[in-house]
């Protein structure tokens, strides 16, 4: 099977995985972008901030918010390694991102296409297009082998 380069959006989450990864946190990475323009990145930090909140895909909305001045991210696209969590999916509906684009599915704290699936519900605030599965050879793998020098025999979003 052939496979595509990655879109520079979807590289960048990874780079920012890596570099998470680098830091002792779960390689997850997210980028928010606006008009094809990268406006904001991070990775996961819940360890070095503390703070149990700073998930990936938070710490680029509320930059992404800081930087364009807005709590409403209108027209954003999201990109992120893996299956947002029910917190950062909350945070996806409350910040209405346009497009949602993520890697690798996560079964057991994923909260898009598994679990709670919040954009599913009627209550949800806000529901973003959805694209899953582009670079998750990529970000899978980059939580595989992180798992695996950790946990042995377990995964998850850690």
């Known amino acids: 099977m052939k496979r595509w380069p990655l879109p520079e959006p979807m590289r960048e989450a990874i780079a920012q995985a890596r570099l998470g990864e680098s830091a002792g946190e779960v390689p997850i990475?997210?980028?928010v972008v606006r008009d094809g323009k990268i406006v904001a990145s991070a990775h996961n930090a819940p360890r070095a901030l503390?703070?149990?909140t700073a998930h990936a895909e938070v710490l680029a909305?509320?930059?992404a918010a800081?930087?364009?001045?807005?709590?409403?991210l209108d027209?954003?696209?999201?990109?992120v390694t893996l299956e947002p969590c029910a917190m950062c999916a909350g945070a996806i509906a409350h910040a209405r991102i346009a497009r949602l684009y993520y890697a690798a599915s996560d079964p057991k704290g994923g909260a898009v296409e598994h679990g709670a699936r919040v954009f599913e519900h009627e209550q949800s605030l806000h529901k973003p297009e959805v694209y899953p599965g582009i670079g998750k050879?990529?970000?899978g793998g980059i939580l595989r082998e992180f798992f695996a020098a950790r946990r042995p025999g377990k995964e998850g979003r850690g």
């Open 61 to 63: 909305i509320r930059a």
């Open 137 to 139: 050879e990529d970000a």
């Open 50 to 52: 503390n703070d149990p």
């Open 66 to 72: 800081a930087a364009l001045g807005n709590e409403r």
């Open 29 to 31: 990475g997210a980028v």
């Open 75 to 79: 027209g954003c696209e999201l990109w």
